[in-house]
């Protein structure tokens, strides 16, 4: 499997940041692949793009639970 081009998924990412009147769900979806991005920075050596990842996950899934409905 080739390795991810981290710099180039970093752009995508950027390009894809959602809006701010966007849905959480569509938040949440974008912190879940900023974590993933982050992830493969991290496998690269980064210390901190590791906890970042953990950070964007963790948003993620506050989001998901505030969108939630009930």
């Known amino acids: 499997m080739d390795r991810p081009n981290t710099v180039s998924e970093l752009g995508a ?3 894809a940041r959602p809006a701010l009147d966007a849905p959480k ?3 949440a979806a974008w ?3 900023k ?3 982050l992830e493969h ?3 690269e050596g980064s ?3 590791r906890e ?3 950070a964007a996950r963790l948003r993620a899934r506050r989001l998901v639970v505030a969108a939630w409905p009930g």
Do not use: D, H, I
Request: charged share 10%.
């Open 25 to 27: 769900s569509v938040v």
């Open 31 to 33: 912190y879940t692949r």
């Open 47 to 49: 210390t901190a793009a």
């Open 35 to 37: 974590a993933v991005v």
């Open 41 to 43: 920075l991290a496998a």
């Open 52 to 54: 970042q990842a953990r």
């Open 13 to 15: 990412l950027q390009l």
